[in-house]
T-cell receptor, first 114, second 115 residues
Framework: DQQVKQNSPSLSVQEGRISILNCDYTNSMFDYFLWYKKYPAEGPTFLISISSIKDKNEDGRFTVFLNKSAKHLSLHIVPSQPGDSAVYFCAASPSGGGSEKLVFGKGTKLTVNP | DVKVTQSSRYLVKRTGEKVFLECVQDMDHENMFWYRQDPGLGLRLIYFSYDVKMKEKGDIPEGYSVSREKKERFSLILESASTNQTSMYLC??????????????FGPGTRLTVL
């Protein structure tokens, strides 16, 4: 059973426009969420995170929104740049119990066209 | 900067061979992880370790084993490589929850091809 879902395998946007990547989760015990970016032939790199006590977190061009009631989070990239073209993974972590495991979605491949 | 290194970027092995993938981190992290990444399947956890000589199975441990003799080093072992183990293997590490939230730092990956 997939606990973290990224339902769009791919997304294509024009340079300068907004990119919105979506992620849904099913486990109400998740309380910390992360986005990773991955270029081909490289390891994922951490991008931005949000804890369940917040509904928004910004870092430069990247903003993550969390809607706990809908069990949904989204990553907004504004403005999108060609260098943002990569696979983006959403990940979630359960609270309590000292668990350090992350549960990853399957990823969304973002292509930003010049 | 946290640095996670993996012993090889590309590896080609034959079916039935025993394969060792090595991972080293330099940030004194307690936790270390091995994932594989396959197209359309995302990142799947194979094994993880939260302390020296400790290990726990992830979601897909079959056909793999691990070793953690020192805190900075976590090895993934394919006992008898098979073609369905052709994949990108990613190692990651993280500090304990007492120090920070669960950000994991990844190595560059090893692209393993089993012929």
């Amino acid at each position: 059973d997939q606990q973290v879902k990224q339902n769009s395998p791919s997304l294509s946007v024009q340079e300068g426009r907004i990119s919105i990547l979506n992620c849904d989760y099913t486990n109400s015990m998740f309380d910390y969420f992360l986005w990773y970016k991955k270029y081909p032939a490289e390891g994922p790199t951490f991008l931005i995170s949000i804890s369940s006590i917040k509904d928004k977190n910004e870092d430069g061009r990247f903003t993550v929104f969390l809607n706990k009631s809908a069990k949904h989070l989204s990553l907004h990239i504004v403005p999108s740049q060609p260098g943002d073209s990569a696979v983006y993974f959403c990940a979630a972590s359960p609270s309590g119990g000292g668990s350090e495991k992350l549960v990853f979605g399957k990823g969304t491949k973002l292509t930003v066209n010049p | 900067d946290v640095k996670v290194t993996q012993s090889s970027r590309y590896l080609v092995k034959r079916t039935g061979e025993k394969v060792f993938l090595e991972c080293v981190q330099d940030m004194d992290h307690e936790n270390m992880f091995w994932y594989r990444q396959d197209p359309g399947l995302g990142l799947r956890l194979i094994y993880f370790s939260y302390d020296v000589k400790m290990k726990e199975k992830g979601d897909i441990p079959e056909g793999y084993s691990v070793s953690r003799e020192k805190k900075e080093r976590f090895s993934l072992i394919l006992e008898s490589a098979s073609t369905n183990q052709t994949s990108m293997y990613l190692c990651a590490s993280s500090a304990s929850l007492a120090v920070s939230y669960n950000e994991q730092f990844f190595g560059p990956g090893t692209r393993l091809t089993v012929l």
